[in-house]
């Protein structure tokens, strides 16, 4: 039976939730640009301590900034444009391909019992996330 994308979205999807992904875009370049400024403005104003003092803060500040931004992947999906949830369906189907179902319910229920089968396909969304979307990605709560 032809696969469509929305079928490999909501597959994708489930397998995210059952592993509980998330995903964060790095944002180490702000978190290094707001350290280096505070550092900066305490060494001005304080001298030596003061730029040591700043740098604290600011290393505290930026890490503050960065963290606690993590989106569940399957929210992350379904926000991609056509295009690219194009790329990941053939990539889908490249892998699920050697599979026999008659509709998707059943494709489903084949992947989610095959713990092989869910390692490809989260091995294969890891990897377009972390190159495609340049995330991060976390599992668990």
């Known amino acids: 039976m032809p696969l469509v994308v929305e079928d490999v979205m909501r597959l994708l999807c489930s397998i995210a939730e ?10 180490s370049g702000k978190g290094a640009l707001v350290t280096g400024a505070v550092a900066f403005l305490g060494g001005l104003v304080g001298g030596p301590p003061g730029l040591a003092v ?12 960065t963290s606690g931004q993590f989106q569940p992947i399957p929210q992350i999906l379904m926000q991609l444009p056509p295009s690219e949830q194009q790329k990941l369906f053939n990539e889908v189907t490249a892998i699920v391909r050697h599979l026999e179902w008659t509709d998707v319910v059943q494709l489903t229920m084949l992947v989610m019992g ?6 490809q396909l989260v091995a294969m969304l890891v990897n377009y996330v972390t190159k495609e979307l340049r995330a991060e990605v976390q599992y668990g709560d």
């Open 54 to 65: 700043g740098g604290a803060v600011g290393g505290l500040l930026g890490a503050w900034m």
């Open 114 to 119: 095959s713990e092989a089968l869910k390692q």
């Open 18 to 27: 059952e592993r509980k992904m998330q995903a964060a875009v790095k944002h």
